[in-house]
């Protein structure tokens, strides 16, 4: 008897299986991501929260299986222009998501725009991806530069912050984070008492520039710092006892729940501002973290959750045009319409830019339990770009 | 040497019977493949003059493809310059900085001339990386291609660009094989064999290396052109040691001393790392598809097998073969 059920099943499962397979092709989903090379950690990171996405929206629409098809850019733009042409021309994803370095992001702008392929950038934040050089095909679920930063200025400002002092590495990014803060902060009547642009990758120590805020004795300072320098900078900013005279704000990721726990005690009092923060208390979130936790045994950070609001936006998409993926335009307007309330608030792309529209949450780190945590301070709600020279 | 020459005509022109081919039946992909494997391949026979025969291991290469490749985009870009008269600034301001930086690194040999031309290869680098205007570390896209709407053909399409950039290796290769069967190139191998018995005889040995250094250098901006329009795309990263190390690979990979070679090398190195960084190659071999994120270890280890087993490189092995076959054959007879 159970014999024969079980025979039974196999078979009824083998039919179905081919007849699914005749019927439909799968939907095939470039994933550029680097696996080594500098970035290796972060595109790991949306590795795991983007199949964790699917597993948790669906892995097939109108019976279509969904297929993710990994290519690795190495964080390099010639590798990343070969790897998305073999995606798009070899293995006919689709769509492409992905891409953590905005110098990849500009390397594929054009094929893309040209091959017609709807593509979701996950991290990469240059903001001219949603500015100037803005496509109907590019779309971005993660933030742009000047989006994260740009807030911070006027609330400074309010708090009574009348002087401070600017730093980052200097590349396009760091130009472009301090930038944005500048324009609101001065805008409201706050003045920049210095700024300093240490060289990226060359810089092994950052006393002189910490030495150079202290003699300019402003009320705070506004950094954007990322990774390895992020964790090293903080801990500089307490040995060099700056904690404390001067009040530390950063873009978020200076205090990212990737490696806030390596900071400790140093990363408490820093401000900061960012798109996502571990310890928002909504359902999705809970929802979100708890499948992390359960399938990786640690928080899921910001790099995730933009990962993870992706699969959702091409699943609902997808189920949206009935799973056709012949009609590329129609695939691209369908991820423009969907909007839902993902781990870190309400999410939809802002059809002017292309760029995410998404809440910011200002927090400061404060002890909790026996680690620090960033805990949030005030939501900002909606934040839009302006469309900066993009029209679509 | 000159026994190995014979067979440098016949190995170009089995090379470009073999790209023919795949370009008549190439899907849209391969001819990326192609473009990119003519315009690598530019660049490591531009090495290779350096190298293989005038013996000036450079690790600074890559720096005036980038300078190549950076005054196309300006010219086109900045100033609407038509990209045709854009690739013949590209290789004028290359030639330029390679006599400049000539004129300093040519003082040195061995080890100190690697050492410099990576000092200067990573200048290059450091001023892009700085370069605002041209967008920094982010790069700068948009460089137009090379206009053929006057022989009615839309340089756009991947199989016309392959096509272009694949006569344009065909030209750099004659024109490249035409200098060293000078007597210019001639004087270029005797620096290579015995430079100090050359200057000893008189031979103003500087200058002569400083016109290699400066004609090796105006070929890279030929392949830093054509780079500029394939991809549309520039960013410092075109300058970063790395790839002149990669170049300089290729060029032993390939067999040093012959340009055949080092466009041979070139073709291996573009399909070979294709294949290896698919995916579906290693799922194929029911290999864990991970495996592809590690293809340079893989490229690594031939790389070690090929100089073990093969110190003249591919191109020498198989000139070696073919002449071994032969003196038997004739042994025989």
Redesign the interface.
Known sequence: MHKRASVLTIVSVLLTGCAAVAAAAPIKVGVLLPASGVYAGLGNDQTLALELGFDAFGREVAGRPIELVYADSEAKPSTGLAQVKRLVLRDRVDVVVGIISSAVAGAVRDFIHNAEVPLVITNAGNDHLTGAQCSPWIMRSSFSNAQISREMGPWMADRGYRNVFLMAFDYAAGHQAMEAFRSGFVAAGGTIGGEEYPPLGETEDFGPYLAKIRAAGPDAAYVFFAGGPAIKFVKEWAAFGLHGEVQLAGAGWLNSALYIDAQGDDAEGTLGILNYVPSIDTAENHAFQERFRAAHGRAGSEFGVAAYDTARLIVEALQATGGNTDDKAALAAAMRAIRFDGPRGPFRIDPATNNVIQNLYIFEVQQQGDGVAAVVQEVIPHVQDAPNGCSL | MRSRDRWQLPAAALLAAAAAAVWWRA???TM?LLA?VAILAIFTMSLQLLVGVTGMVSLGHAGFLAAGAYTTAAATLFWGWPPAAALVLSVAVAALLAAAAGLFVIRLSGVFFIMITLAVGQMFHAFF??A?RF????????TPRIDLAALGLDS?APGTFAAFALICAALVYLLLLLVTRSPFGMMLGAIHQNESRLASLGCPVRRYKLAAFTAAGAVAGVAGALTAQH???I?P??AFWTFSGEALIIVILGGSGSLAGAAAGAAVFVLLR?LL????FWSGLSLP??L???W?LFMGMLFIAVVLAARDGLYGRLAWLIEALHTRRRARR
């Open positions: 899907d849209l992909f990326e990119e990386f700085r605002q967008g920094g570390d982010n790069g700068l896209a948009g756009g991809t549309g795309f960013s990263d075109l294709d960084s698919s995916g579906s598809p991970e592809a994120s590690h340079q």
